[in-house]
């Protein structure tokens, strides 16, 4: 779990810029492998970094997915891991119901329990 955090740091330390990309993700398959994605800022427009990290996946043709963690940097270079947004939630529960979704440097909870009682695919 730490390690993926630490990928996640290094992803949007490295492409960090104030108001264009400010939160990191890094993925990991049942492969093993790693993908990543940053945020996208652009006016009325915002792209979460896990949908970035999720594309990389599947375009390597990977399709199972086992953890996720989005970290957010701060303006003063602090880091936080951040809860999945709605969108996110749904985005998991569609394409990784049984991911692991990292809420902190202790916690993590399956995707399909972030949003009890919604709608899944079966």
Known sequence: MNDLIEI??????????????????????????VYTGISINAQKLHLCSEWGALHQAF?????????IVAVHRTCEGDFEIYSPCGLCRELFITYCPDAEVILSDKTSVRAKDLLPNAWQKK
């Open 8 to 33: 996640a740091k290094e992803v949007i330390e490295n492409h960090y810029q104030k108001g264009r990309h400010s939160t990191g993700a890094a993925m990991r398959t049942k492969s093993g492998k």
């Open 59 to 67: 375009l390597a043709g990977e399709s199972e997915i086992e953890m």
